[in-house]
């Protein structure tokens, strides 16, 4: 089992381009997540899919959007980048959404945008 | 007042001691609790959940819960350089999809 995967790794962008961050899980698991990263910061959540055909929003959204594709794939879009969306970006998934469930989670995108 | 707070550190421990990372969280509602370590560049790795008041042991990792103090600490006995890593605080609260809120994390350093 390969578990979260994430593409690309690595990415540059200039203000204003836009990009498709991609996830896939292998697991089998009805919830996932999009993190980001930035330095002093620990992770903040920026959206999430409960279970199939279902998105909500986290704590830091704007400029981002969202699709779940099916069970396995969760797919985070930048419309138009800004440079504070210089970040790395995290996916992650669990079996159910649940105060209890682990989230594991994928190797990171790391995003630099000009 | 952020609603789950760490020391960023660094922590810095001889080899062979206990290292005591600890987290405070502000909701009362807050249902579990999660210790990851992250290696330097690497993704976040589950070490300990708890979510009863109490320890919790799993080999050299202790995690300890309060809820009256609002506070979760994670024991690391016999440390080891392996260890040296930041390690990330956690809560979800009930009813809320399992979002995870993370704590800015501590970086631990292990010295030979």
């Known amino acids: 089992n390969a578990g979260v995967t994430q593409t690309p790794k690595f990415q540059v962008l200039k203000t204003g381009q836009s990009m498709t961050l991609q996830c896939a899980q292998d697991?089998?698991?009805?919830?996932m997540y999009w993190y980001r990263q930035d330095p002093g910061m620990g992770l903040r959540l920026i959206y999430y899919?409960?279970?199939?055909?279902?998105?909500d929003k986290g704590e830091v959204p704007n400029g981002y959007n969202v699709s779940r594709l099916n069970k396995r794939e969760f797919s985070l879009r930048l419309e138009s980048a800004a440079p504070s969306q210089t970040s790395v970006y995290f996916c992650?998934?669990?079996?159910?959404?649940?105060?209890?469930?682990?989230?594991?989670f994928g190797p990171g995108t790391r995003l630099t945008v000009l | 007042q952020k609603e789950v707070e760490q020391n960023s550190g660094p922590l810095s421990v001889p080899e062979g001691a206990i290292a005591s990372l600890n987290c405070t969280y502000s909701?009362?509602?807050?249902?579990?609790f999660f210790w990851y370590r992250q290696y330097s560049g690497k993704s976040p790795e589950l070490i300990m959940f708890?979510?009863?008041?109490g320890d919790k042991e799993d080999g050299r990792f202790t995690a300890q819960l309060n809820k009256a103090s609002q506070y979760v600490s994670l024991l690391i006995r016999d440390s080891q350089p392996s260890d040296s890593a930041t390690y990330l605080c956690?809560?979800?609260?009930?009813?809320?999809?399992?979002?995870?809120?993370f704590g800015q994390g501590t970086e631990l350093s292990v010295k030979p």
């Open positions: 992650a998934s669990s079996d159910r959404g649940t105060s209890y469930n682990e989230q594991f």
């Open positions: 697991m089998n698991h009805n919830s």
């Open positions: 899919s409960a279970s199939e055909g279902t998105t």
């Open positions: 909701d009362r509602g807050s249902q579990s």
């Open positions: 708890i979510y009863s008041n």
């Open positions: 956690a809560v979800t609260r009930q009813g809320q999809g399992g979002k995870l809120i």
